[in-house]
């Protein structure tokens, strides 16, 4: 079954606020991804968290991992216009042998 | 330099049609991947290749036929193309160690669209 859910599904906000975006998942794990698709593009790599780490930073990115409750969150601050893309997390799990993705939030940066 | 490429970009083809996506990557990496996205953005894996060799088959329909020439090569060849298989592929690469799967670079996808 599906290990990463991001939360929420899609997040509107303005340039210069801050965005938070949520991953729930369900099993013991390596370590954390979060990964960027801008539209019609690839994925890409942003920020890895591994499973004793409890804060990353990188430039505006904020990403934060509560293994307890098997939690994630990443936080953009002084969001910008470039920053619009979906935003997925995805797993390290183990007893499994590839990243499992989540569905992604769609972030929206409004001028 | 491109670290993980696809060709072709879009692919519009009818149903019934066999053809092939190619994915390389320069990044010396020993793992690839194809990955389906489909039209609600959920990414699933298919296949995953470690030193050409298959270490993961997904639930994925025999029609799907994944090559690996070489470590720097992940092709993928479809048969009798159906509607369902319309999709955005994607080929991934990483390093994997043996109890950890690293950062994965991803291609910029072929958008496939079967009428």
């Known amino acids: 079954s599906q290990q990463g859910e991001e939360d929420p599904q899609a997040l509107s906000i303005q340039e210069g606020e801050n965005a938070t975006m949520n991953c729930s998942y369900k099993t013991s794990i390596n370590n954390l991804q979060w990964y960027r698709q801008n539209s019609g593009r690839g994925l890409v790599h942003l920020i890895l968290i591994r499973s004793n780490e409890r804060e990353k930073h990188s430039g505006r990115l904020r990403v934060t991992l509560d293994t307890s409750k098997k939690s994630s969150s990443l936080l953009i601050t002084a969001s910008r216009a470039a920053d619009t893309a979906s935003y997925f997390c995805a797993t390290d799990a183990t007893g499994y042998s590839t990243l499992t993705f989540g569905k992604g939030t769609m972030l929206l940066v409004s001028p | 330099d491109t670290a993980v490429s696809q060709t072709p970009k879009y692919l519009v083809t009818q149903m019934g049609n066999d053809k092939s996506i190619k994915c390389e990557q320069n990044?010396?990496?020993?793992?690839m991947y194809w990955y389906k996205q489909d039209s609600k953005k959920f990414l699933k894996i298919m296949f995953s290749y470690n030193n050409k060799e298959l270490i993961i088959n997904e639930t994925v329909p025999n029609r799907f036929s994944p090559k690996s020439p070489d470590k720097a090569h992940l092709n993928l060849h479809i048969n009798s193309l159906e509607l369902g298989d319309s999709a955005v592929y994607f080929c991934?690469?990483?390093?994997?160690?043996?109890?950890?799967?690293?950062?994965?670079?991803f291609g910029p996808g072929t958008r496939l669209t079967v009428l």
């Open positions: 991934a690469s990483s390093h994997v160690g043996p109890t950890f799967r690293d950062t994965q670079y």
């Open positions: 990044l010396g990496h020993d793992t």
